[in-house]
């Protein structure tokens, strides 16, 4: 299928989806996966991105998180990082007896999306057990935009406690009782990792929110998943 002409509805072209260092508005993500989500029949396409993404394409970012001394602390650097470069879609988190994490959109109509909310809320639950090495189930999960039929599927990466049509978009974590975060590098001397990526996280900050005032960087990883080739 030629993206081509789906890139053209939505604004888009070839080349902005092709550089990485692009930002691309929330609002042309969202028209732009609801129409690959028609031409390809496929009702679930955020949900099945979210399924097949590999995290080490966000490059040192996911190396910041992996060295994240516990689940909280990744959490608090994702929620800081969405804060930066997200125009439209925001993250909140709260913690005390369990993780709380809000979506939030602004100045995006929320009802037109459906996809970029699945992916994310999908994706995030992923990145958690990948970071933590436990198959972290989340209490509930609640989406905004409304869904008729079977939500079985949802079911192996949400828990039982899914619905459609609440007030907010939220995912609630349980406490994750061990302490230190699994990661890729545990085998390549994490403390020595730690100790580098603790040290590039400020400089990663920095540099996200300069580049937040110069380009358009995409609100969400959706939207490098769903690059033609």
């Not at 516990?70 to 990082?81: I, M, P, Q, S």
């Not at 540099?207 to 960087?217: P, R, V, W």
Request: glycine content about 6%; proline content about 3%; some cysteine.
């Amino acid at each position: 299928m030629a993206a081509g002409p789906l890139l053209s509805k939505a604004g888009l072209t070839l080349e902005e989806i092709r550089d990485p260092a692009r930002r691309i508005k929330v609002g042309d993500q969202i028209r732009f996966l609801n129409l690959a989500a028609r031409a390809l029949k496929d009702e679930f396409l955020g949900f099945n991105l979210a399924m097949q993404v590999d995290f080490r394409e966000l490059g040192l970012f996911y190396y910041v998180l992996a060295s994240s001394a516990n689940l909280k602390e990744a959490l608090e650097r994702g929620t800081h990082y969405s804060e930066i470069v997200n125009e439209g879609v925001t993250q909140e988190l709260h913690s005390r007896n369990h993780h709380r994490v809000l979506v939030r959109y602004h100045g995006v109509s929320r009802h037109l999306d459906r996809h970029q909310i699945e992916f994310w809320m999908a994706a995030l639950v992923r990145m958690c057990r990948e970071l933590s090495g436990h198959r972290i189930v989340p209490k509930h999960v609640r989406f905004v935009h409304i869904r008729h039929g079977d939500h079985a599927r949802f079911a192996r990466i949400f828990g039982d406690d899914v619905k459609f049509g609440a007030s907010v978009d939220e995912i609630v974590l349980r406490w994750i009782s061990s302490r230190y975060l699994l990661s890729v590098l545990t085998l390549i001397s994490t403390s020595c990792w730690s100790n580098i990526a603790n040290k590039l996280w400020p400089i990663v900050r920095e540099k996200l929110a300069h580049s937040s005032h110069t380009s358009k960087m995409p609100s969400f990883p959706c939207c490098r998943t769903a690059r033609p080739r």
